[in-house]
């Protein structure tokens, strides 16, 4: 079967591989939609040619094809797939911290969902699928998982409603994020990004209030918006010091940060402690999802409380999959999205 890789760096390609065979409590899924995501794009740029060949893409709906023996699918369901799942037993699961289970990689998707086919393992088919109820649409539902990790951040900042919350950053992942704390009841959703087009959607879709800082002084707009406190909360969803110390510059005694984005090795930011004890902040971090996470998002995005569809601004058929991982790198739109079948050739 044809699946897409990562090549040379910088460079994608197609391989052959096996088709997959389902084993015991397993299922084939066969792809409906997949989006695309940064890490997709990152993993391009970095190159792979040593070692076994995987297909690129994780955010994946697909339909049952196959079921194992023993499996609780049936074909032809429509599903969601987190993925991976973490092992629910270790000292991390059972403190519901899932993203940090050791064991959090060992069950994914195989070869990845760029790929004809996908075998779903028996813990990831048992705890990891979720069905997609009639008339959501497979693109929209593939978001299931970047929402579920801003479900993740935005959880870990303790948004309730009524809270002013930044969202630094522009790009899909900050848009999802403002999105759920939108959903969450937060007001004023302020959004900080340096794309105007972006920033457009933002304002008419997930922000109340949208700052480009380059602008204008953000520290100064949060203050005015919030009576001088600063933000309950702040998502940082930029990959920079910068965006961090801006965020903890914008928020308010006692509030909540948390370094959403992935940064590179040996990334830090100055920190001064007596602020940090006296005017008693919180720093978090998140990364990932977990499959609660994703079945939260996905019941938000079924249920209308996060409308997802102005995000999607390219769709690809399989065949164009490469054109999808380029349209991503170029960040000339929001998300891409990749379409299977009869619907990736309208």
């Avoid at 040379?8 to 389902?22: D, H, R, T």
């Avoid at 935005?154 to 948004?159: E, F, L, S």
């Avoid at 403002?178 to 794309?195: D, E, H, M, N, S």
């Avoid at 998502?235 to 992935?262: I, K, M, T, Y």
């Amino acid at each position: 079967m044809k699946a897409l890789a990562a090549g040379q760096p910088g460079q994608v390609e197609w391989i052959e591989l096996e088709e997959p065979v389902a084993g015991p409590g397993e299922v084939i899924l066969r792809p409906l939609a997949c989006s695309i995501c940064t890490t997709d794009v990152k993993l391009v740029r970095a190159g792979y040619t040593d070692g076994p060949r995987y297909a690129l893409g994780h955010e994946l709906v697909g339909e049952v094809v196959t079921v194992g023996e023993g499996a609780r699918w049936r074909v032809g369901d429509r599903v969601v797939a987190a993925p991976y799942v973490p092992c629910g037993a270790c000292y991390y699961c059972l403190r519901d911290q899932p993203t940090l289970c050791p064991h959090l990689f060992e069950n994914g998707l195989t070869p990845g969902a760029l790929a004809e086919r996908v075998r779903i393992p028996r813990p990831l088919a048992e705890r990891g699928l979720f069905p997609v109820p009639d008339g959501v649409p497979n693109e929209v539902a593939a978001l299931s998982e970047p929402l579920g990790c801003c479900v993740q951040g935005v959880d870990a900042c303790r948004v309730t409603a009524g809270d002013a919350v930044l969202v630094i950053g522009d790009g899909p992942m900050g848009l999802l994020c403002a999105a759920v704390v939108r959903a969450y009841g937060a007001q004023p959703v302020i959004v900080a990004g340096l794309t105007s087009h972006r920033l457009a959607v933002a304002e008419a879709h997930y922000a109340d209030v949208v700052i480009n800082p380059a602008e204008e002084n953000l520290q100064a707009v949060i203050a005015d918006l919030t009576g001088g406190r600063g933000a309950d909360a702040v998502l940082v969803a930029v990959s920079s010091a910068e965006a961090v110390q801006s965020g903890l510059d914008a928020l308010r005694p006692g509030g909540v940060l948390n370094a959403f984005a992935g940064v590179p090795e040996g990334t830090t930011v100055p920190l001064d402690l007596r602020q940090l004890h006296y005017q008693q902040l919180v720093l978090t971090g998140t990364f990932g999802v977990g499959p609660a996470h994703v079945a939260r998002a996905l019941q938000m995005l079924s249920s209308g409380q996060v409308d997802a569809g102005p995000l999607i601004t390219a769709r690809f058929p399989f065949a164009r999959a490469a054109d999808a991982l380029d349209y991503a790198a170029r960040r000339v739109g929001l998300k891409a999205v990749v379409l299977f079948g009869e619907a990736g050739r309208q």
